[in-house]
């Protein structure tokens, strides 16, 4: 046995993958910036940066592309140290990390240029008031993305699956979207609607969202999750999909019947 895992060793070594792979660094060189949140290192990880999210590249989302110029002034080159939470990897198999130069932290440093807000996904981990002060402080000033409509209610849509992974029409919770508590207080979900494109509304239950929480928002039936120690989860209840898999729009409407935010889901024609 000892000989057949030396020559796995040797052939892994041969064709130039690291036999320690499953091992996260504690620090590495950044060889590409991506977007704002995820990153490349020299031994070909990707990295998700924890605790924060940034808008998209694609589609192009406000202040997209400021926050990837951010971080590559921030790291790209550098030697950046990685510290993990529990959760070291993602579904993507992404580390999942906070990456810090000369100590400073990334995560901190989006967050005050108003380039991304906090994004957190349990078990929460450490000390996360002083990444909400920075973002209160961002918010006050109304910079980057803080500026923009879709950032100004106590909630944004972090993403939406309207054609997500299995069959909806056997199981509508395939179909999900993630929001995001963007204030630094509680919020309550109580009086908030979602709406389809076709007008069909749903009342969201009575729910408090930590500060920099994220809730999913599942179509089908379940026992909502409530727990802020684990992902929040809250089912819409329909037995049938809910979103359109071409073209479809989630809007937020808070309890006054104003748009908190909209996310539309659309699929590229091919040609």
Same mark, same amino acid.
């Given at each position: ?101 000369? !100590?400073? #932290?990334?995560?901190?440093?989006? =967050?005050?240029?108003?380039? @991304? &807000?906090? *994004?957190? %996904?349990?078990?929460?981990? $450490? ?71 076709? !007008?069909? #509304?749903?009342?969201?239950?009575? =729910?408090?969202?930590?500060? @920099? &929480?994220? *809730?999913? %928002?599942?179509?089908?039936? $379940? ?49």
């Amino acid at each position: 046995m000892r000989l057949i895992c030396l020559l796995v060793l040797l052939a892994l070594a041969g064709h130039g993958i690291a036999a320690d792979v499953e091992t996260p660094p504690a620090s590495a060189r950044v060889v590409r910036v991506y977007d704002g949140d995820t990153y490349t290192l020299e031994n070909g990880e990707r990295v998700r940066l924890k605790g924060v999210n940034t808008t998209e590249l694609r589609p192009k989302e406000p202040f997209g592309e400021e926050a990837r110029e951010a971080a590559k002034a921030f790291l790209l080159g550098r030697m950046v140290e990685l510290r993990y939470g529990s959760v070291v990897r993602d579904g993507y198999g992404r580390l999942v990390a906070d990456v810090l130069v000369d !100590g400073k #932290s990334l995560e901190t440093h989006l =967050v005050r240029l108003g380039l @991304g &807000h906090v *994004f957190l %996904l349990p078990p929460i981990e $450490g000390d996360v008031a002083p990444l909400l002060e920075a973002q209160a402080a961002a918010r006050g000033e109304r910079i980057g993305i803080w500026s923009d409509p879709h950032f100004r209610g106590p909630f944004h849509i972090t993403s939406f699956h309207a054609n997500g992974r299995g069959d909806e029409r056997e199981d509508p919770n395939a179909e999900y979207a993630r929001i995001c508590n963007i204030t630094d207080t509680p919020q309550n979900l109580s009086g908030y609607r979602v709406t389809n494109a076709r !007008g069909r #509304s749903f009342r969201l239950p009575e =729910v408090v969202i930590p500060p @920099g &929480h994220t *809730f999913e %928002l599942r179509s089908g039936a $379940g026992e909502h999750q409530v727990d802020p120690e684990r992902q929040i989860r809250i089912h819409l209840g329909s037995r049938v999909p809910v979103w359109n898999n071409k073209v479809d729009r989630l809007t937020l409407l808070d309890p006054r019947g104003q748009i908190v935010d909209v996310r539309d889901h659309k699929v590229a024609s091919q040609r």
